[in-house]
């Protein structure tokens, strides 16, 4: 059982390039989401899906956009890359949205340069 | 919104040791989630809180809730080289968003 796969795991931009995080997870969850972790901060939502076809902003989603277009992906795209989006992000999917935990991926290191 | 803290944000403690670390949040909600994480590593669940009063340990780690002060805490017993890691708290407001973390801390166990 595979869980949550986020690839690629670590990725260079330059600023103004655009790229796609990946995640699948293979537990057949309703939700899914995604996280950025920056030093010390804890993680902070990026955008979150209750389902196929249903995407949602969280507390950060400036610059960054999702679609769900199946119940196992949900891709995570970076139009115009700047160096405030350098952080560790993490997808992760759940059950449901209360009293289920939520199971991570092993993360995506990007820096954009 | 919810708010999500963390006591202490660093801790260094000694081999053998008992310690608690403490999270507090600002809603009514009843349902509180610990997790772990290694250096360059992704988040591993520890415990998982659904009820006022709430107790659940594995190892060396007990997790507790007390929703009516909003208070959940994470004690160590006799703590070992193994523990050191940063641990987060989060939680979900009864179930109307995504789970909110703490800042975590980052607990480091010396001999």
């Known amino acids: 059982n595979a869980g949550v796969t986020q690839t690629p795991k670590f990725r260079i931009l330059k600023i103004g390039q655009s790229m796609t995080l990946q995640c699948t997870q293979d537990?057949?969850?309703?939700?899914m989401y995604w996280y950025r972790q920056d030093p010390g901060m804890g993680l902070k939502l990026i955008y979150y899906?209750?389902?196929?076809?249903i995407t949602d902003k969280g507390e950060v989603p400036n610059g960054y956009n999702v679609s769900r277009s199946t119940t196992e992906d949900f891709p995570l795209r970076l139009e115009l890359a700047a160096p405030s989006q350098t952080s560790v992000y993490f997808c992760?999917?759940?059950w449901g949205q209360g009293g289920t935990e939520a199971f991570f991926g092993q993360g995506t290191r990007l820096t954009v340069v | 919104e919810l708010k999500v803290e963390q006591n202490p944000l660093f801790l260094s403690m000694q081999e053998g040791k008992n310690y608690t670390i403490y999270c507090n949040y600002s809603?009514?909600?009843?349902?509180l989630y610990w997790y772990r994480q290694d250096p360059g590593k992704s988040l591993e669940s520890l415990f998982v809180?659904?009820?006022?009063?709430a107790v659940k340990q594995e190892g060396r780690l007990m997790a507790s809730l007390d929703t009516k002060a909003r208070l959940s805490t994470l004690h160590i017993t006799a703590a070992v080289h193994d523990l050191s890691a940063t641990y987060f708290c989060?939680?979900?407001?009864?179930?109307?968003?995504?789970?909110?973390f703490g800042k975590g801390t980052r607990l480091s166990v010396i001999a």
């Open positions: 809180l659904l009820s006022n009063g």
């Open positions: 989060a939680v979900d407001d009864s179930g109307n968003t995504p789970l909110v």
């Open positions: 809603t009514t909600s009843d349902r």
């Open positions: 992760a999917s759940s």
């Open positions: 537990m057949n969850h309703n939700y």
């Open positions: 899906s209750v389902g196929a076809g």
